[in-house]
């Protein structure tokens, strides 16, 4: 076990590793944050802490659950809207409540109470997975048609994390609708939390400018992988249909699991598909991951009455009784091809892979190299995707599930929010995301029953017997590995088997990451953080991106202002109204104007956007909406 000093000064002196340029390694020099209540917090650096790290320092007393909550919500409030503007947070909880929470989890530590080995350590949810009114935070997919709305209970798996001693500290951003609103939707955007930046600089000279690019986080869990990356919190929860928690993992240095579809209760979590989506966790380290996933996947005695129940899953760190199936890692040929990487960086990244190939061989680990993957052909049934019917159908009956488990909303059905939309569109519908042609898709989807069947039997046939199923058998391997981002996700996802990922480096010209991606078969997730926890006691420490405040994009005083539609919208407002130069009356007048959406902006920012576009505003002049509105 750990001693406390040589715990501080890992946390505070981290060794990222040789993986990383000369310009993307650090070592820290935080300094004590002092809150905006004046209150000490214990040293500590929110961006490399680990939660078994705090754990520890949890009981030696070095610091307090108040204390981890208060240096990450600095954090949040430094970079989540300001500053570096990663948007990966929707909305944290009531500071008040969120202390509140903090003190209570702090005395039963002090009366010698543990919940559990996450006992008063912070995570953050994405946001389609429903939190109880109690907790002071929406549920809204990333849509306005659901800000406001109020769910019925608390989501079991959010019961599980809390009986576990678990504090949601927020609601991560995502991919509106998990991805399925329109093909021209950047991963990472919704329209109530905008677009989700890596915390992972990517950079270049271009005509004596600095130009920032290639940090695209991937995923519609992609709020969940940078609030941990960026040390908003230490653990995360996303959910998954083909890649979407693993991809955003993977292109933030971290460890996470997709368990088994079916093996985590899905409840009050909006999902596309019944078929092939999970809930799962996000790490900074395998240790954690394990204890998260095991939250995530046991029942607790309130499910299923006063029953003893045992933890399922250990940390492993020897890599003895596994047996590797390592894949040809072909897939950067394809990203040389999109334009992505250059041959200097697919060189250095298939040298990192191969060289855990190595490592591992001459350690005597059972490793079998090359497997090759069928080709992601093999998913298509007559030329088409073989995913996309599924989608498209239990798409519906999945938003109809997620909407009745809320006891007040605005919109009842798909053609409601479709509705909703059309009628904000400035709010809903911007230039980053114009249109909603996926769900008319789905509104309009006539697949019929036996489309979608005979799509899925190919797809768990594809995916499965004659895909994994094969090499498992064939090579009589556990578990079969891949880079991160390789077909090997698809091919878990339709035969509905888990998938995880471990960091493996980053590369040199911009700090991406990359990782490993795994599989194994059904209901073996203890294989797979059998793995993850050894190459974590194996290999260098993940890379890490620079200090948030390091980087020179926005003042970190300076507040993000509205997207460009409503700066517009202001704007034209302004000019063709009467407000008699009253910031406040026209904030007044949107803020009535977007009710139902719930969205809000206030009468200093309405004054800010309008100063700054050279018209002549005030604060606190008299009213003149009724004006406004007779014009």
């Not at 917090?41 to 659950?65: G, H, R």
């Not at 005597?364 to 996309?388: H, I, Q, T, W």
């Not at 795994?518 to 294989?527: A, N, R, Y």
């Not at 704007?571 to 904030?587: G, I, V």
Request: glycine letters at 8%; one cysteine or more.
């Amino acid at each position: 076990m750990y001693g406390p000093i040589r715990l501080l000064k890992n946390i505070l002196t981290p060794n990222i590793g040789s993986e990383l340029p000369k310009n993307l390694t650090y070592e820290s020099k935080r300094k004590s944050f002092t809150s905006s209540n004046d209150m000490s917090i214990s040293e500590f650096d929110p961006l490399v802490a680990t939660a078994w790290e705090l754990q520890e320092m949890l009981s030696e007393n070095i610091l307090t659950s108040v204390e981890i909550v208060e240096t990450y919500l600095s954090q949040i409030e430094q970079h989540n809207r300001r500053g570096r503007q990663l948007r990966a947070l929707i909305s944290v909880a009531p500071r008040h409540e969120l202390l509140k929470i903090a003190r209570q989890l702090d005395d039963e530590r002090a009366h010698g109470r543990l919940r559990g080995p996450l006992h008063g350590i912070p995570i953050v949810l994405k946001d389609n997975i429903m939190t109880d009114q109690s907790l002071g935070m929406d549920t809204t997919v990333g849509s306005y048609a659901f800000v406001g709305c109020v769910p019925k209970k608390n989501a079991t798996i959010v019961d599980r994390l809390i009986r576990k001693g678990m504090i949601i500290l927020g609601k991560a951003n995502l991919t509106e609708f998990c991805g399925l609103k329109t093909p021209l939707m950047p991963p990472g955007w919704s329209a109530v939390g905008g677009q989700t930046r890596s915390p992972y600089v990517a950079r270049h000279i271009a005509k004596k400018k600095l130009h920032w690019e290639l940090s695209a986080p991937g995923g519609s869990s992609t709020g969940s992988a940078v609030s941990v990356a960026a040390g908003f919190s230490t653990l995360g929860v996303g959910t998954d249909t083909i890649g979407s928690l693993i991809t955003p993992a993977n292109r933030a240095a971290l460890y996470a699991l997709k368990p088994t579809v079916g093996e985590v209760p899905m409840d009050g979590v909006f999902t596309l598909s019944k078929t092939f989506d999970a809930a799962g966790g996000m790490a900074k380290s395998a240790k954690d991951l394990v204890h998260l996933i095991d939250a995530l996947m046991l029942p607790s005695r309130h499910e299923y009455g006063t029953r003893t129940i045992s933890h399922y899953f250990k940390v492993k760190e020897d890599w003895g009784g596994l047996r590797i199936g390592f894949t040809e890692p072909t897939i950067w040929r394809s990203w040389m091809k999109s334009g992505r990487i250059n041959a200097d960086a697919e060189k250095f990244m298939r040298g990192k892979y191969e060289s855990v190939v190595n490592t591992l061989i001459e350690m005597g680990v059972d490793v079998v190299y090359p497997v090759e993957l069928p080709a992601p052909s093999s998913l298509n049934l007559n030329g088409r995707n073989s995913f996309e019917p599924i989608v498209y159908q239990e798409f519906k009956e999945r938003l109809a599930e997620f909407i009745n488990h809320f006891d007040q909303t605005k919109v009842h059905s798909l053609a409601e929010i479709i509705n909703f939309n059309l009628e904000h569109p400035e709010l809903t519908l911007p230039p980053s995301s114009p249109n909603q042609d996926d769900l008319m898709a789905a509104l309009q989807s006539g697949a019929l029953k036996d489309q979608v069947r005979a799509a899925r039997s190919h797809l768990q046939h594809a995916g499965g017997r004659e895909g994994l199923d094969r090499l498992f058998e064939e090579h009589q391997v556990d578990i079969i590995a891949a880079p991160g981002d390789t077909a090997l996700s698809s091919l878990a996802a339709a035969a509905g088997y888990p998938t995880a990922v471990a960091p493996l480096g980053a590369l040199k010209l911009n700090g991406q990451p990359f990782g490993i991606i795994l599989t194994s078969p059904p209901h073996t997730e203890h294989i797979l953080l059998h793995f993850l926890t050894a190459y974590e006691a194996t290999f260098p420490p993940r890379a890490l991106p620079l200090p948030l405040s390091s980087v020179p994009l926005q003042s970190p005083d300076e507040e993000l202002l509205p997207d460009r539609p409503i700066i517009d919208l202001i704007l034209h407002e302004w000019d063709t109204r009467r407000f008699s130069c009253s910031a406040d009356a026209l904030a007044d007048w949107l803020n009535a104007r977007w009710k139902k959406s719930g969205y809000v902006l206030s009468a200093e920012t309405v004054c800010e956007v309008l100063r700054s576009n050279g018209r002549v505003a005030f604060r606190g002049l008299g009213d003149d909406a009724e004006g406004a509105f007779s014009r």
